[in-house]
């Protein structure tokens, strides 16, 4: 690990705790956890306050907490570095997979917005809504996972929603649609 997964320190080599503010980076997976929220045909975006990828635009994500449920958290997130207030209870599962070189296993939610207000978070600079076509492409903070992006806006675009498992090792970026959900209107 090269940044610390509680606070974004940079890491010294071969750390197992960070100097900043002590969190455990040893090497054993972590949860993360994303919310890939739309309202109509844009998706929420924030843009990172913190290292790594400090000033992209990445979805809102972050890694569950002790006593959470994975909705939960994926919620919480997205309230913190968005302001997007979203019910747990409403979310449902997008996308699951390992990122097997940085040691994570992530789950991804989908949900919706009543409407594009958003504020931000000590862990955002901005956050915003975008289409597919208004989206900064050049400026996304993890551009090895466009392909999910592009899945969640031809789901949202379409109005089916599919599951998808992702598989990213040093060498592959394998997203695999895994199952339809029920048709929902965009």
């Known amino acids: 690990m090269t ?3 509680a606070c974004g320190s940079a890491l010294p080599a071969a750390a197992g ?3 900043r503010c ?3 980076n040893r090497h054993h997976p972590k949860l993360l956890v994303a919310c890939f929220v739309h309202c109509g045909p844009r998706l929420l975006w924030m843009r990172r306050a913190l290292a790594p990828q400090k000033g992209f635009w990445a ?3 972050g890694f569950m907490e002790s006593g959470e449920s994975m909705v939960e958290a994926a919620a919480r997130e997205t309230r913190e570095e968005t302001g997007v207030v979203l019910d ?3 979310l449902s599962l997008f996308m699951m997979g390992t990122i097997s070189f940085i040691s994570e296993v992530y789950v991804a939610f989908r949900g ?3 409407d594009l207000a958003c504020s931000i978070g000590p862990e955002a600079l901005d956050a915003q809504f975008f289409s597919r076509d208004e989206l900064p492409w050049d400026e996304i903070a993890y551009p090895q ?6 899945a969640a806006y031809d789901n949202i675009e379409s109005g089916r929603f599919q599951q ?3 598989e990213m090792t040093a060498d592959k970026n394998d997203l695999t649609p895994i199952a339809y959900g029920p048709l929902v209107a965009p």
Do not use: E, K, R, V
């Open 3 to 5: 940044y610390c997964s």
């Open 17 to 19: 705790f960070c100097t």
């Open 22 to 24: 002590g969190a455990d």
């Open 59 to 61: 979805i809102p994500a």
């Open 88 to 90: 747990p209870a409403q």
């Open 112 to 114: 919706a917005a009543p």
């Open 145 to 150: 996972a466009n392909h999910s992006i592009l």
């Open 164 to 166: 998808y498992h992702c």
